[in-house]
């Protein structure tokens, strides 16, 4: 039974569907890297390495690619942006069974830079949908929701693989992502939260309702602390990818690699449970704090790695703090970012989070052929520390989120202001309103 703070956000208008759609949509995502795995290896022949070259092309475009998707949908609206890319990246992931490999690669490094930013726009539907006093926990659900695609996603990939074959799981990758695509764009979001307490607000006229012109975006600067913030993101997740690469070799190491599943799932459950807990504070902690915390404790871990359940029990406080870490950075852009530029500052977030996804795998598993899997361990928190400390010695003071009661306007939320949105999303602002 979900905390009385989760059951008030998915009360809200317009919430549980954006849920289920977004889940819906990050499903097909998180089976990529098992679908393409399977599919190089027993369709074409080729090895690990081969399969890693092609899902790091395709993530390197989506890093590379985000901030412009994110920019694109602040000025062309979310509807145009998402029907566009992805009609291209379904086609691809529909082709790429069938393609050469070189050209397969090629194509995979452009079809992921206009890849749906998918998570970036739950986020955004969050901000949108549901005041700033409560969006905490709206961050938590989704970060939840995201822990448990990574578990379905690849697990429905395998079923498929084996069943069929694996084009057939890369062509329902390109399916799903189409129908995805279909759904956000036909789906007319909800324009406001619910009213808050407060000043009465004044009556829409016409000129609020009616669709505008889309107009040139104001070239405004995003926050001086959104660096930093995206530099620790990128370390938290650095820690994570690099985690799950050690785990693997440790479990190897002594002969009970059968049992990564149950410890994968003690993980994520352990995500899952710090998610929850820290959507129901009503005060932020420091994202530097959590960030650095989180990977401070993976230092240790490799230490514990003879047998399995030590192993699961001793990665338990390291992502108990993970899903905090990460919504407390998501917490802070959007709190800090005008509602017109969120896009891109999500954009950015996601190109962050990608850029350290690829390079986390093959600079841990470099340290663990040449040392050992503990040394994996602390390769990885070490990594992720490290950013987080270059992150706090830049000079800039990170964005922080701050509750306001609600009713209050949020000033940087673009209070009063249209985004481009071609009209997709076009009403009259309430108290408490965002824009996604």
Known sequence: MLPQRYRDVLALPGVRTAFLLIFLARLPLTAVSVSVTLHVMEERGLGYGAAGVLVAAWLL????GAARVGRAMDRFGVRRVVAVCGLCSAAYWMAAGHLPYPVTVVLGLLAGTVAVPFGPLGR???????????????FCLDMISAEVAFVLGPALAIALATRFTPTAALTCIGTAI???????????????????????????????????????????RLPAG??????????????????????????RAVGQVHWSGLVLGVVSGASIVGGIAYGCLR??????????????????????????????????????????????ATEAITAATPAARRGEALGRYESATRLA??????????????????????????GGLLLVLLAQAGGATTVRPSLRPAGLTDPASGAGHHPQDNGAWRGPLRPGARRA
Request: glycine letters at 6%; proline letters at 12%.
């Open 357 to 382: 996804l690829a390079a986390s795998g093959p600079l841990v598993g470099a340290v663990i052929d040449r040392t050992s899997p503990a040394w994996g361990f602390v390769a990885a928190g070490a």
């Open 61 to 64: 475009g989506a890093a590379l």
């Open 226 to 251: 959104l660096r930093p913030t995206l530099i620790m993101a990128g370390g938290t997740v650095f820690a994570v990818m690099g985690m799950e690469v050690a785990l693997y070799a440790s479990l």
């Open 124 to 138: 955004q539907f969050m901000a949108a949908l549901v005041p700033e006093d409560r969006r905490r926990s709206a």
């Open 178 to 220: 189409a129908v995805a695509s279909a759904a956000l764009v036909l789906r007319r979001p909800s324009r406001a939260v619910p009213p808050q307490p407060g000043p009465k607000p004044p009556t829409p006229t016409t000129a609020d309702i009616e669709p505008h012109p889309v107009a040139p975006l104001t070239r405004t």
């Open 283 to 328: 005060r932020t902690a420091p994202h530097a704090a959590l960030a650095a915390a989180m990977c401070a404790l993976l230092v240790p871990v490799g230490l514990l790695g003879h047998s399995w359940w030590l192993l699961a029990a001793a990665l338990v406080p390291a992502n108990v703090l993970c899903a905090p870490a990460l919504v407390a």
